[in-house]
């Protein structure tokens, strides 16, 4: 079961480090990409570097690559891994955490908006697990996790709301498997364009990393690539040009209620990654451009808040609830969109 539940611990995102970095010469004849890497590449087998290609981890000026690529003088090559370089290291910081629960097992923590969940390439410090390892003298890590201690689920830096920390092995095994499982209760809240013609539903389509936009996710609703995500919702509240739906997730994927909003047509409100970032619904006027470019100001951010987590404690075995109200940047939104309402009626 062991390797099942490691396998299951990061579905919701896959994090990559920069490995190397490498510069082609300006008198390098053209060659196949994945031979040149075996050759440049200490203990790396042309397969090893097939499979790294096929996995979107090799870049080639920014973009994924093919093994057959012929590479041009000045090309630059990036190797992208899940794992840290070697040369990692956490470093701790002390930093405020609004911490919800703590006790001898675990740490339930109300994430803020913009703070990295844990260091990766380009953000090595001022993170949540930064924090964490201030916190704590030790945390645990599980194999496949290196750089990532105690954590056992993610959300996106511009997500706000609530993450469960383990304090022991025994504690993070426990939890993981419960997400391995989907026994976990989560319920996030987030305003989107537009009001869903249900007040209702459930969206099973899987989730996969977009062909081209390897930080995008895409949806394949064939079921031909991709991995099952199935998302429940219902609307709190409908403000005529933008609606505020609850959200239970029953699988975890990597951006799964963004991509899912986006393909059921209702992005959420201000995701520039998948499309909320512009006007979708409302007037052409030039008052209510100025009203949403005003929100887009006041929350410069996707308008998504993790608001509620329940589990199973690792030590009682009794189910626990842990709940923190919208943060106030996406209330005050909330709010302005309630009282445009109430003025342009």
């Not at 675990?106 to 090595?124: I, T, Y």
């Not at 003298?137 to 750089?147: D, I």
């Not at 995008?216 to 099952?228: A, H, L």
Request: glycine fraction near 8%; charged fraction near 25%.
């Amino acid at each position: 079961m062991r390797g099942n539940i490691e396998e299951g611990l990061f579905e919701e995102e896959v994090i990559r480090f920069e490995h190397y970095k490498l510069l082609v010469d300006k008198g390098q004849a053209p060659v196949r990409v994945d031979r040149f890497l075996t050759d440049k590449l200490a203990r790396a087998t042309r397969n090893q570097v097939q499979n790294a290609i096929d996995a979107g981890t090799v870049q080639i000026n920014g973009k994924p690559t093919k093994a057959n690529y012929k590479l041009k003088p000045g090309d630059l090559i990036t190797v992208m891994l899940e794992e840290p370089p070697q040369e990692f290291e956490l470093i701790p910081e002390e930093m405020p955490l609004d911490i919800i629960y703590e006790d001898e097992v675990l740490l339930v923590v109300n994430k803020p908006a913009g703070m990295v969940v844990h260091p990766g390439f380009g953000n090595w410090t001022g993170t949540l697990v930064n924090g964490l390892a201030y916190h704590f003298n030790q945390l645990p890590e599980l194999p496949g996790s290196s750089g990532r201690p105690g954590l056992v689920h993610r959300i996106d830096k511009d997500t706000s709301g609530i993450l469960v920390i383990a304090k022991s092995e025994k504690a993070m095994t426990a939890l993981a498997k419960q997400f391995f499982d989907h026994t976990i209760e989560r319920t996030y809240t987030a305003l989107v364009w537009g009001e869903p013609a249900e007040d209702q539903g459930t969206i099973d389509a899987p989730i996969g990393r977009h062909a081209k936009n390897r930080k995008v996710m895409d949806i394949f609703p064939d079921g031909e690539q991709g991995k099952r995500a199935v998302t429940h919702w219902q609307v709190l509240k409908r403000l005529r040009y933008v609606s505020l739906l609850q959200c239970n997730l029953e699988t975890g994927r990597t951006h799964q209620i963004r991509a899912h909003m986006k393909y059921l047509g209702h992005p959420l409100f201000n995701d520039a990654m998948y499309g909320g970032d512009k006007v979708r619904k409302g007037t052409q006027f030039s008052k209510y451009k100025t009203f949403i470019k005003n929100c887009f100001e006041l929350m410069p951010r996707q308008a998504l808040h993790a608001q509620s987590l329940g589990f199973i404690h690792p030590v009682s075995r009794e189910f626990v609830h842990f709940e923190t109200p919208l943060p106030e940047d996406m209330e005050e939104v909330v709010r302005r969109w309630e009282n445009y309402l109430k003025f342009n009626d």
